[in-house]
């Protein structure tokens, strides 16, 4: 008895990549190519004119519909559908975020076909495709609700002042601090906040409402 193949769309806005990832999964016979879309928007036409794909092969820039809205509409509509992203970035910020959209694991476009197929059968058998961009570490800090940092009174007190014109002297002064231990809380919040400058702590204070204009 013949074993069923995987189905699976790609989904990228270069015809060329495409059609050649296309053409590279025909070559392995527990694969069925089902369509080919160039934007998300596409994939969103095409999906219903098909037997639901396994796997999506998901780029993630792309013009009228990203890799980002793509994968949050699948996850939303299609639930059963995985997605593999297939990019070209390689930060933590593309990584972490269509994860949190949904996608069950994230290769470089510079993969090899044989790891490209590896990854579609492990997504199918266990859920989940895990390699050195998607540590088992990440995937547990995705999946754990996120916690509101919390600041002591001292903290409250040293960024307010921070959305002043003081100068970091001047704010240890009215805090009745050495400047060093002022320095302290600037280093510490920076770090804490994934912050690199006094702007940036601005810009938190004003957007998380810590201090009113």
Not at 49 to 69: Q, R
Not at 175 to 197: C, G, H, I, W
Request: with cysteine; charged share 25%; proline share 4%.
């Amino acid at each position: 008895m013949e074993t069923p193949k995987i189905r699976i769309a790609i989904v990228d806005d270069h015809t060329l990549f495409r059609h050649g990832v296309t053409a590279l999964m025909r070559e392995f016979d527990d694969l069925q190519v089902l369509f080919e879309a160039d934007n998300g928007q596409h994939m969103q036409q095409l999906i219903t004119e098909y037997p639901l794909p396994h796997v999506v092969l998901m780029d993630i820039n792309m013009p009228v519909l990203d890799g980002f809205g793509a994968t949050c509409w699948l996850k939303d509509n299609y639930p059963t559908v995985k997605v593999l992203a297939l990019s070209m970035f390689e930060d933590d910020k593309a990584v972490i975020k269509m994860i949190k959209c949904g996608a069950c694991g994230y290769l470089l476009k510079e993969s090899s076909p044989s790891e490209v197929h590896e990854a579609i059968q492990t997504i199918v058998d266990k859920g989940m495709y895990i390699n050195e961009l998607v540590s088992g570490k990440m995937v547990r800090s995705l999946t754990a609700p996120e916690a509101a940092p919390t600041f002591s009174k001292n903290e409250e007190a040293f960024i307010k002042l921070c959305c002043s014109e003081l100068t970091y002297k001047e704010i240890a002064d009215q805090m009745f601090l050495s400047p060093r231990t002022v320095d302290n809380y600037r280093e510490a919040l920076f770090q804490r906040l994934n912050l690199k400058s006094r702007t940036g702590l601005v810009l938190y204070a004003i957007q998380n409402d810590l201090v009113k204009l």
